[in-house]
T-cell receptor
Framework: SQQGEEDPQALSIQEGENATMNCSYKTSINNLQWYRQNSGRGLVHLILIRSNEREKHSGRLRVTLDTSKKSSSLLITASRAADTASYFCATGVSGGYQKVTFGTGTKLQVIP | NAGVTQTPKFQVLKTGQSMTLQCAQDMNHEYMSWYRQDPGMGLRLIHYSVGAGITDQGEVPNGYNVSRSTTEDFPLRLLSAAPSQTSVYFC??????????????FGPGTRLTVT
């Protein structure tokens, strides 16, 4: 079963606008990751936030984590056409091998 | 570094045929995983390995076998292909230590169609 659920399923914005995607999960986690997938390609890791962190930045990306609400958000600022892709959250639980469970993704379209 | 490589890129099988999807990584990662991606389902874990000689089942293991004789290679075998195995298959590697712990590096995928 899927652990993470992204919301919205699809998002269409104009270039230069900000895009916000949300992820909710069900059980306690060790960390949460966001990945990007361009059409027909493999996933690319964007950012990892640990369960004891509340916010993390990487370039135009800002991720927040609220463990009390079991939710995370990914904000992409000043979006570009090249940001058009599907975005997945992935939750990891502690242990030697971390079984990562992916959500169903948010499909983002940035219109030039 | 080539990262994670997968072959073939595309494959068409008839029901009942068997085949092996190849995966290799050159980052000396401990962990390797196989996922399948179906429309609207996200990625689901098939099998994974925590080191050479050690494998375990994921969420959807039925119909697939794996082995890991070396750190670099992690092939996925379809024993008797079924139309329900039509999917895109991704191999990934990761490590619990180093500069990017738990970050998964994905291969480009194999698009499999079973008729």
């Amino acid at each position: 079963s899927q652990q993470g659920e992204e919301d919205p399923q699809a998002l269409s914005i104009q270039e230069g606008e900000n895009a916000t995607m949300n992820c909710s999960y069900k059980t306690s986690i060790n960390n949460l990751q966001w990945y990007r997938q361009n059409s027909g390609r493999g996933l690319v890791h964007l950012i990892l936030i640990r369960s004891n962190e509340r916010e993390k930045h990487s370039g135009r990306l800002r991720v927040t984590l609220d463990t009390s609400k079991k939710s995370s958000s990914l904000l992409i600022t000043a979006s570009r056409a090249a940001d058009t892709a599907s975005y997945f959250c992935a939750t990891g639980v502690s242990g030697g091998y971390q079984k990562v469970t992916f959500g169903t993704g948010t499909k983002l379209q940035v219109i030039p | 570094n080539a990262g994670v490589t997968q072959t073939p890129k595309f494959q068409v099988l008839k029901t009942g045929q068997s085949m092996t999807l190849q995966c290799a990584q050159d980052m000396n990662h401990e962990y390797m995983s196989w996922y399948r991606q179906d429309p609207g389902m996200g990625l689901r874990l098939i099998h994974y390995s925590v080191g050479a000689g050690i494998t375990d089942q994921g969420e959807v293991p039925n119909g697939y076998n794996v082995s890991r004789s070396t750190t670099e290679d992690f092939p996925l075998r379809l024993l008797s292909a079924a139309p329900s195995q039509t999917s895109v298959y991704f191999c990934a590697s990761s490590d619990r230590g180093g500069p990017t712990p738990y970050e998964q590096y994905f291969g480009p995928g194999t698009r499999l169609t079973v008729t």
